[in-house]
């Protein structure tokens, strides 16, 4: 995708706060603003940031925020919408499904990966990637899944999230042609190793169309997916960039 | 299962070799006799103890010996029979199926988890089990193993071979009844760090009738599917001990 | 064991509920119903499933339940009992001596393990396997262990449970013919790393008859030492599938 | 991408060979045939299995070949040319430019990492699909980069291969919109172990569009990288399926 | 350079303490007097290791104390001087910046990364050096960098605290020119696996001029880096020691 | 040292509690009672043990109690003494240092050590060895040790504590000719993984006569010491048997 | 023991050859001269050393000695004599068993085990202490042990060397009263890794009696242990110092 | 210290040849000219880009070069010297040592460490520092150290070289209060993990002036403390860049 000279300006690239710096060039460079990763930022920084991106006319994510911390930032900048589950905050409406781009399908294998799948489906939802969710497909009821294959065959691209043994995305991946991005979750206990072993079972897929992301990492696999299917989505459209 | 009283007797049960000494007792107590481990023991020794066994009625099993080690061992003591993909020696026939004992199942996901199957096959002939062997239906393939699951869906005790992610006991699992014995190989590279990710993903399983064995150990595999099989088949006959 | 088609019906496999499906059909696959893993689930949903489950004539088990959640539970189901050692949920009698199926024997190494030891327990009440307990006869009391032989010679099938060295299981596998399913648990300190010292001791036994389930997995351990004295009973009596 | 269903046939899924059972249904759902992995496989196994292919009109491609298998195989199936960089073997020619699908750049860091980034090469070369490589610019040399953004700016997808601390995927990920399959080699030494450090740096990368696979794993990075820029050039050709 | 013999004394090297022993003799030997490693000291110890420092004329720094010790503390030796962000306390002032020795740049990725360089930041301070800080310039935003070599490309040592991927140390090297001092942080999740992932990325660094500490070791970065500028500053005077 | 036969009796070598099993012939194989490893144990199990042992006549000594469990412990025992720094619960007065048997030192590397040092303190003390503590002698400040050379070159054997990079008993090793046990740390941060890297630097010492306990084992370290200077004792003393 | 100050001469503690330095003041200091550590040191360099501690009198022993580094030493020095199963070189004889001193026995698991509890014995040898062996009794002969305890019980020290999962020093410990140095070996395979399953395991023993040293260090085993019981004679003669 | 503009030139920064890219622009940047990494290149390649850095006047250094290969280049390109234990390739004459600028010693453990003592030893000749060598003065004889103080207690910088424990840094740590560079080795077996052990020791160091490079890294030890000395040679010579 080319990257849209027009949108290049004489402004500076890069906003400095006091406790951080704000990437203004991304959209033009990347395709989509900055994402705030909340672990280890202030509530106030946080808010400074999400104002100044929204300023900007930008939407906002941020990511891996606790209760307590959404409802400090959402006393500073109200605007923002908390997910519990996906410990979320966003600032821009859903986009209505007829524009939605693409179409990208969560998968989750059990009840506990959950929190995981849904951040991917915060950050597909802020990118405005059409997505559907398949939740508790677990390997060990093998009807489940090809129960509900036509719910994802025809995807443009997938996230799967899966603890434990991480078996998940290897069987998904035999089914379909499209990529698929798995996410191990740390759900599990003692040789789990945190998602060590979910995460060395997705790496060492046999199955050709597994790329794998960090442990827990419901974001970037929501991205990943979210930059396949609308690029293709844009691509059909005869549109070279993202235009939200 | 009791132990057979009738067999105790006052023999000595440990027998002195130069460089070993065997459990001469195993049989009366475990139900099966010793077996030999060929890995860091001479030619000699390992024919020496072969023989000592024979000599006392015993079937014989020798496992991890290279081609180099069998045929020395074989001008040694020719009747003992190689098989290479295994890289096992026994002495004692197969029984005739009519004659064998329960009905084990072992199943390997790739080509090259084939050597570890073997092991496991060789094993239970060694014991007297009906045994039968499902190759190749790893997870990729997701049509594979169903396509064969009235070869394994009534066996007393499945032996499953995996490498790379090792999710193929994760998924017989979901399909039957019986114990699984989850064989990890050190197939594949990287990050598969010589069989551990399939070792974890195997303690992960989800399924919950799967129990796990060393790396590579199809001899281990083997044997305790073996142990079910023959223990079940001897009980439906009133008997409580092995006979062979 | 031949999966009992009498049982096969129309109905579809999988129950959906807000937030997790059932797998209906597992009893007839499996032979035994779901178990419902307690970590991230809410009380709600474990009632809720409970509820669905008791519905359907199955018994109920539920593990991983803090004292805290088992309270919530209890007053949605008052039927459920809870067990505060092995922190397990149940619906459905313990069967009289004389019905239970089969003879499993759950050790453990030191005081240490019994909660683990107690889930083993608990899930083998559940099957309505017949289960006794030795307890405390770590290898450092080298006399204690034989002192009790008698107690679990004849068993079945065995489950032995113990942390920090994990030596427990190939001691005892020396001295029985059954199979037997060794726990690990994490307790210990330092280089024990959370129960992987336990873990690695048991995967490398060099007793042929352990096999090995995950770190503090009473369940699994269980659940595998009851569907194999269970089976072997009903075999006995001619039967082929579970009749609880 | 909707499966093509006018492909579906009555025909067997899976052939099955002597060592090796083939899934003749791949193409149809995954949208590529099956690729032939060497390692453990004989030079008879693979010939017969690209034989099969072939004969079903696939392109075939085989990897992880030594030089000593290839000429092997060669003796058998004089038409499979080896490319002793990638030790790889394909069937069908390279596809003139113009026909090529979409475009994939592999960039690469060292001059180690080549055999690497040419198995990603390889298979994308097989897919159809149009790649360019950028070869030896690791981060060491800070204008090595930028001098060549021209060259992949405008990817669909890239593959970025490097060893040692694997900080080029992370670099990379800057610059451009497109998704990056990352893929780190196991060039380097100590406290490299053996790929992990390089692994380790990708999966933590900051650059949300960095998505990761197995150590060495060129072939699944060209792959999905393949899978992307193939897919999106259908879709804009208004083509649901792959066609070659 | 020399140790400066002018300084030997008689008196005894060590100063025991009821809990501690000071070492009275460092600054002869090393340079600097100890360092208080805050870590699992008491308030009284830590305050009574100060005073005597403070009454031989030694400028004081205690690290890794939290706030309630540092209150306890300031309560016990009002004169000591907390720094919230770096977890330090500081007995002595700041040199004016026309007396500071050298030029010191310490360099951050992310916001989260800010305490560890802040402990760098006090540790040079309170050695006498001049110090800047250059945060937030992460390799996710490839301009970021460059925008501010003029701030570093002059320094006589830098510092780079780094999390995650750990590859602005890496990134650094190739501009400058003068020894880097790299310290891996603990920021981050999953396969971060507490700092380990940044860790390993740095010692493999491709960059020849980056050499590392333990994770999270701002205070021995800013050690190290201080004494390069210190000394080279004191040379450039004629001077054989420092002298503060 | 020949065991006791004298002291042989008939009675029971176990003692069966509800929760635990007390070894009451130990003294009589091993010299010395059962210690109580208190993690896990609940305060009314402790007290009963020890009031069990005591009321044979024994020493008693509980280890990893915390203040809470000491307090409730001492409320059901009042006779045992509590040392908050070691975290043990002894009864039994410590012997009149003429009385006291061999010379055991403990040294240790640094105030955070202090704790792990202590437990070998009480350990020995209760054994009836004759022991004195080195304090805080860690390789940093190298004229240290050879100060207090003399407190320590003729002991019987030495018990050496050192966490972050463990090199204390390598050092010590160099100077005296008697056994070391040293015992590894988990004090440090980052890299020294919770005291795996002073474990590992112990077993890699290039002293030879340093033997390893696990990490923070202080009643380990203590134990071999104390069995090495006690049997040397008593056997200068003709006396085969340990008599307290 | 007090180090043996009229040995104390004028002469250079440390003798400088070409590629080694040789502590001459090892026997005063330590109670035994230097071993020569075979790995990385040259045919040549290996004899140098050994020639300079004979022509001082001192008794010689050279460890991890290869057949081929062995035939290249006898041509230059005749005297050393090799031992291929401890791959050992010693110049000096063996002492009468009336001459020498305590008594240790060096207990080995399997047959694999052999060759490091070989190198513990020539060790013993060198130092003139009384040794014996019991081979071949691991645990999962439960029998083996008991029947040889006559040969053990009495030791003044033990060297218990095993493989595998590494549980034969615990199960000793339970027998006897004095100290055991347990050495793991790296016998086995897969999840063993290469011993570290074993010294986990025996860094973790329950037996209060056991350390550990180095995964197949048979050297260091039997050097404490030789100590142990040499130091003990040594005092039993009222002698303060080794005479040899 | 300033990068020397007046050498900033127009000419292209990267001579991209077929297998490799030369960065031009090295020198004034960075200082040093770059150095080739010899594994993973062929002899041609290594003695193309040598030939290119040659031609442009600038010294050459090639590390890693085994003595095959090493035959090859100087066939190739006969002025290149080659060093048989660092296992270098160098083209430029040693420095006479007048001339060669301040004062680096490099310090090894033990003979095994030689080769990585050598590598640091032949990149410090290159860079045109005063170099010398400390050789065998490891931690088990505590009289080495401190005897040859005077040889380094005046250097600029040290470059510290140990495998096994990795004590060495930290000991001569307190004796100095120049910079010091240490360097792990994989010289150890067992536990050490092929210098793992070393590391995490180094990383961990109570020494403030220690920082780490990768295993077996000579190069890099040597390069660091090149730098410091050389640097500050510069600055006391009024210099600000490099003049070589």
Redesign the interface.
């Known amino acids: ?3 849209d000279e027009s949108k290049k300006t004489d402004q500076k ?2 906003l400095q706060l006091a ?3 704000i ?1 203004l ?2 959209t033009r ?4 603003p900055e ?1 705030i ?1 909340g ?3 202030t509530a106030e ?1 946080i808010a400074q940031i999400a104002s100044e991106l929204r300023s900007r006319g930008e939407r906002v994510l941020a990511t891996r925020i606790d209760l307590a911390k959404a409802n400090e930032i959402s006393q500073l900048l109200p605007e923002m919408m908390y997910d519990s589950t996906a410990r979320t905050l966003r600032i821009g409406d859903d986009l209505p499904d007829a524009q939605a781009k693409g179409n990208v399908v969560v998968i989750s ?4 990966d ?1 929190p995981v799948a849904e951040e991917a489906h915060q950050t597909l939802l802020w990118m405005g990637a059409r997505v559907s969710m398949v ?10 899944l ?2 509900r294959l036509a719910e994802f ?2 995807a ?1 691209a997938l996230v799967v999230v899966a603890g ?4 998940l995305p ?2 998904v ?7 698929i ?1 798995a996410v ?1 979750t ?32 419901g ?2 696999g929501g ?2 997916a979210g ?2 299917a609308t ?2 989505h844009d ?2 459209q005869g549109q070279d960039a ?1 235009a939200h």
Do not use: W
């Open positions: 995708m080319p990257r690239a890069t406790s951080a710096s990437d060039d991304r460079r990347c395709g989509f994402v990763y672990e280890g930022k920084t294998a059990g009840t506990s959950l939740h508790d497909v677990g390997v060990a009821g093998p009807h489940r090809p129960e065959e025809n443009d434990m043994e991480g078996a290897s069987v991946g035999g089914y379909v042609a499209c990529p991005f191990p740390s759900v599990g206990y003692g040789a789990n190793l945190g998602g060590i072993a979910a995460l060395l079972s997705m790496l060492n897929s046999c199955a050709s169309n597994v790329a794998v992301v960090n442990i827990d990492a974001f970037k991205y990943l930059l396949v690029q293709k691509s059909m993202p």
